[in-house]
């Protein structure tokens, strides 16, 4: 059974994760402000779009639990520029295009198709951790 790290924030529609999603460590390790456009939009699709759904909601919550790993090792990563770089200006400007032009499901699919991009480094990103 997985273990839930998540709290309900001020608004009940809204989640608090103990910990950093990708895109923030990304954006973090571009210099980008917490509260930037690209976090901005992300988090209110999460929160308006995502979470409100039953079927999305679950996507969520698999996703914090895919990403925390993934998120220790780009902390740590001695390329972490470059490999943030790439994901800042092909993946997440991306999905905020298609969030903005509200194609949801392709913020969504592209979004799940960077994590398992992710995973599937995972082995080449902790040879050098």
Request: hydrophobic share 35%; with cysteine.
């Amino acid at each position: 059974m997985r273990r839930l790290r998540y709290s309900l924030g001020a608004d009940s529609n809204s989640i608090e994760k103990k910990g950093c999603f990708v895109s923030t460590v990304v954006c973090e390790i571009m210099q980008q402000d917490d509260d930037c456009y690209i976090l901005s939009t992300l988090r209110r699709f999460r929160d308006n779009v995502l979470l409100p759904d039953p079927k999305t909601s679950l996507l969520v919550y698999d996703y914090y639990d895919r990403a925390d790993p993934l998120v220790e090792l780009l902390k740590k990563h001695p390329y972490r520029r470059k490999i943030a770089e790439e994901l800042f200006y092909t993946r997440l400007t991306e999905i905020v295009s298609f969030i903005e032009e509200g194609k949801n499901e392709k913020a969504i699919s592209e979004y799940m198709r960077m994590i398992s991009y992710l995973e599937s480094m995972r082995e080449k990103i902790t040879q050098f951790v």
